[in-house]
């Protein structure tokens, strides 16, 4: 059985639809955005 899990990657087409995706299903609130910049793969997002 699972107890915690730290942390998950999406590597999605359109970051904004996964945006609203997880804001409106998941009731997640985002608490970063790299904006332009790429530090690994794509830009990316935390909730």
Known sequence: ?????SHMTFIVKDLNKAT??????????????SGDKIFSLSKERFF
């Open 20 to 33: 609203l995706f997880f804001e409106t299903i998941f009731d997640a609130v985002q608490v970063y955005d």
């Open 1 to 5: 059985m699972i107890e915690e899990l």
